[in-house]
T-cell receptor
Framework: KQEVTQIPAALSVPEGENLVLNCSFT??????LQWFRQDPGKGLTSLLL?????REQTSGRLNASLDKSSGRSTLYIAASQPGDSATYLC???????????FGTGTRLQVTL | DTAVSQTPKYLVTQMGNDKSIKCEQN?????MYWYKQDSKKFLKIMFS???????INETVPNRFSPKSPDKAHLNLHINSLELGDSAVYFC?????????FGAGSRLTVL
């Protein structure tokens, strides 16, 4: 059974800092891994999708890496802004039906 | 235009009642999902339908019954509501291996 863990559970940083969010999963037989953002009271917004054959994906100030063999992914956020404050979730796809197993989330607060 | 829309956004009801949450997607996707997010913010899959056929059915009580009248709609009906059913229920659809989520329906059972 796939289990996904995210560390840290919560993080507070001043504006402008670069930061790294961590995600680990127990079963390395994955199809892809997806990072989401969830704002309070809102749905999930997909940020980045990394296929199992890829090592990283970039979108603007976000860079996600994947090390499938060690069961790890990181989300790097450069030059953080208050608007980045949200909960970040990683989700692992381990089946052809895109059955996503979600991590526990990292709640990020970027302060002025 | 909202890609994945759920109604209602909020639902407050008494224990024992039956309620439904509706979901519609206008993305042309074949596969739709229901996820439950509990009070600890943990998201867990409940059901998935592909072109109106059930393909994922996690360990969910029989009181929960999904219905897909067509591939653009996936509704969730819950019978005999219990306190533990209080959560936010998210609908999602899949295209090109990317899931698009609705805004969620917050169910509160009193």
């Amino acid at each position: 059974k796939q289990e996904v863990t995210q560390i840290p559970a919560a993080l507070s940083v001043p504006e402008g800092e670069n930061l790294v969010l961590n995600c680990s999963f127990t079963d390395s037989a994955i199809y892809n891994l997806q990072w989401f953002r969830q704002d309070p009271g809102k749905g999930l917004t997909s940020l980045l999708l990394i296929q199992s054959s890829q090592r990283e994906q970039t979108s603007g100030r976000l860079n996600a890496s994947l090390d499938k063999s060690s069961g790890r992914s990181t989300l790097y956020i450069a030059a953080s802004q208050p608007g980045d404050s949200a909960t970040y979730l990683c989700a692992v796809n381990t089946g052809t039906a895109s059955k996503l197993t979600f991590g526990t989330g990292t709640r990020l607060q970027v302060t002025l | 235009d909202t890609a994945v829309s759920q109604t209602p956004k909020y639902l407050v009801t008494q224990m024992g009642n039956d309620k439904s949450i509706k979901c519609e997607q206008n993305l042309g996707h074949d596969t739709m999902y229901w996820y439950k997010q509990d009070s600890k913010k943990f998201l867990k899959i409940m059901f998935s339908y592909n072109n109106k056929e059930l393909i994922i059915n996690e360990t969910v009580p029989n009181r929960f019954s999904p219905k897909s009248p067509d591939k653009a709609h996936l509704n969730l009906h819950i019978n005999s509501l219990e306190l533990g059913d209080s959560a936010v229920y998210f609908c999602a659809s899949r295209g090109a291996n990317v899931l698009t989520f609705g805004a969620g329906s917050r169910l509160t059972v009193l």
